[in-house]
């Protein structure tokens, strides 16, 4: 398994790559370590360096890294390869079909190849369809989708047969982790949670509660996550202090409690507009049974029952965010009714458990 740094594969992948053993299959996962993260010991897998980093300055060392890619591959000479997120996917995909080796891809959302707004954004889709078609023209592959807007895409492209497509809904929860509390009684926490980049929709969140923060009620608005520094739409340090300080909105920074701290948050609110897979993040709202405010846009929308577990609102628009906010706290039957519905949402589709045992059976069917 390739998974682009080692913190996404942490908080995404671990359980599948810890169920190996059980499944009587010998896994290495590379994965490029971050500055705060180190070797781990693991018993059931193991855990390496990737040739492949997370970013590439210049194209020249991506091409290094495909020929490191390559050998090794070549070298190991695996029954499967199973790549995660855009950059694995793509290089580790054409080395799989060189090397005839049986390859899974998982498309966590189509990423910001999936922008057209300029003629060079057009050229770069068009490549990357090219690419996609090569890997996938083999029946010895299979595609991971974690929305079906993403699946659309990939059919109305003609990337692969549909029968070689499956879709799973995100990376799913450990439900005995994150379950409900019964400690929101008088609360009026407004939670948002992601890692801090504009397009997770920060700085609408900051300008609902900034318009909020007039309000008697007693709101609270409460935002956790790291910064990214190496995403394009990364926001500073510096600037989300004072966003947060202009906007009445405590920053919690990254937390590890995060379970804890979404179960005991009155409404969980995610604005994003990034292209997304299926934000775990959702699925651990629902998972704590705490009534999701979030965008209708890929991804997001696919872990939210319209009106039932949450509030869908358009994306860029705080007023939409303040409205549906408002709407929810001056409705509390409603939000306990959500909140049962989002429990039993994430109780019925978003059992890590059984998207472990969804990966082990495309695994074995292509071994």
Request: include cysteine; proline fraction near 5%.
């Amino acid at each position: 398994m390739f998974v682009n740094i080692d913190w996404f594969f942490l908080s995404h992948r671990l359980p599948i790559a810890e169920a190996a053993s059980l499944n009587d299959v010998e896994m290495n996962v590379y994965t490029d370590f971050s500055k705060k993260n180190k070797l781990y010991d693991y018993q059931n897998f193991n855990l390496l360096q990737s040739p492949l980093t997370r970013t590439s300055k210049f194209f020249g060392l991506e091409i290094l890294e495909f020929i490191k890619a390559y050998f090794l591959i070549r070298k190991e000479k695996p029954d499967l390869v199973h790549a995660v997120t855009i950059k694995p996917m793509i290089l580790l995909g054409i080395v799989a079909r060189l090397t005839r080796t049986p390859f899974v891809g998982t498309f966590a959302g189509l990423g910001p190849v999936i922008n057209q707004t300029i003629w060079l954004q057009k050229i770069r889709f068009r490549i990357v369809l090219l690419v996609y078609k090569f890997i996938y023209n083999s029946k010895s592959s299979i595609i991971i989708c974690q929305s079906e807007h993403d699946k659309k895409i990939l059919l109305k492209f003609r990337v692969c047969p549909e029968s070689r497509i499956t879709l799973i809904l995100g990376s799913g929860v450990n439900l005995k982790r994150f379950k409900p509390t019964f400690s929101k009684k008088g609360k009026k926490n407004i939670l948002m949670a992601c890692r801090m980049l504009s397009d997770k929709g920060v700085k609408e969140f900051c300008a609902s509660a900034k318009y909020l923060s007039q309000d008697d009620r007693g709101i609270k608005f409460l935002l956790a996550g790291p910064t990214d520094e190496l995403s394009p739409t990364s926001i500073s340090e510096k600037e989300l202090k004072l966003l947060c300080i202009d906007s009445n909105v405590e920053y919690l920074g990254n937390r590890k409690d995060i379970n804890t701290l979404i179960a005991s948050a009155s409404i969980f609110v995610l604005p994003s507009y990034y292209p997304e897979g299926v934000p775990k993040v959702l699925m651990e709202a629902a998972s704590c049974g705490t009534p999701v405010i979030t965008t209708d846009h890929p991804g997001c929308r696919d872990a939210v029952i319209e009106n039932v577990t949450g509030i869908l609102v358009e994306p860029r628009n705080p007023e939409e965010i303040t409205n549906a906010i408002l709407n929810m706290l001056d409705h509390p039957e409603t939000l306990k009714r959500m909140a049962k519905a989002s429990r039993k949402l994430a109780e019925d589709y978003f059992d890590e458990n059984e998207v472990v045992c969804q990966h082990y059976r495309i695994y074995q069917k292509l071994i």
